[in-house]
T-cell receptor, first 112, second 109 residues
Framework: IAGITQAPTSQILAAGRRMTLRCTQD?????MYWYRQDLGLGLRLIHY???????GKGEVPDGYSVSRANTDDFPLTLASAVPSQTSVYFC???????????FGPGTRLTVL | GQNIDQPTEMTATEGAIVQINCTYQ??????LFWYQQHAGEAPTFLSY??LDGLEEKGRFSSFLSRSKGYSYLLLKELQMKDSASYLC??????????WGAGTKLIIKP
């Protein structure tokens, strides 16, 4: 693994179903983030984790939950998907000289 | 509230220079980032400014004025591969990034 990976790449989901988006990084970064990106809007923070064992709510947390059992993994769960959760989801971690964020390739989720 | 403004779309010619502006109003300031995002791909880091002035990195430069809440990204010698969206983001007092909606840059031959 090099950087951040996300799975699945894309998914079509029936409303009401439960779904977990996976995110794994191998850079040993402490902080990780989940964003959603919708057309015409900026990246919006869903949840974040500053270090393993801790999580926090972002700008749009409702309907989503996260866990951070270890440094590498940061899954995002939709307990009961709704059509308004149709979006592209990006996982990111921060590190480097400016503590800049590095992004995974994204998951394109469609809820019908 | 917190707000970051960028033009929605800009068009420029291959080989030319383009300036993409970003204005911000945030709760605190701990640096400003520019990212590039090609269609269907993830954002990638371009530049970082925390002090006033110009930071140059090859064909790309970024400028910051904290007193004016203003930054710009300058792209020189434009190439077709520069066609992408450019995202401005400010790190606020809680060290979270606040993102602009992005500027879609279209390069014409």
């Amino acid at each position: 693994i090099a950087g951040i990976t996300q799975a699945p790449t894309s998914q079509i989901l029936a409303a009401g179903r439960r779904m977990t988006l996976r995110c794994t990084q191998d850079m040993r970064h402490n902080a990780m983030y989940w964003y959603r990106q919708d057309l015409g809007l900026g990246l919006r923070l869903i949840h974040y984790s500053n270090t393993a064992g801790t999580t926090g709510k972002g700008e749009v947390p409702d309907g989503y939950s996260v866990s951070r059992a270890n440094t590498d993994d940061f899954p995002l769960t939709l307990a009961s998907a709704v059509p308004s959760q149709t979006s592209v989801y990006f996982c990111a971690s921060s590190g480097g000289p400016y503590n800049e964020q590095f992004f995974g390739p994204g998951t394109r989720l469609t809820v019908l | 509230g917190q707000n970051i403004d960028q033009p929605t779309e800009m068009t420029a010619t291959e080989g030319a220079i383009v300036q993409i502006n970003c204005t911000y109003q945030t709760s605190g300031f701990n640096g400003l980032f520019w990212y590039q995002q090609h269609a269907g791909e993830a954002p990638t880091f371009l530049s970082y400014n925390v002090l006033d002035g110009l930071e140059e990195k090859g064909r790309f430069s970024s400028f910051l004025s904290r007193s004016k809440g203003y930054s710009y990204l300058l792209l020189k010698e434009l190439q077709m591969k520069d066609s992408a969206s450019y995202l401005c983001a400010v790190r606020d007092q809680d060290y979270q990034l606040i993102w602009g909606a992005g500027t879609k840059l279209i390069i014409k031959p």
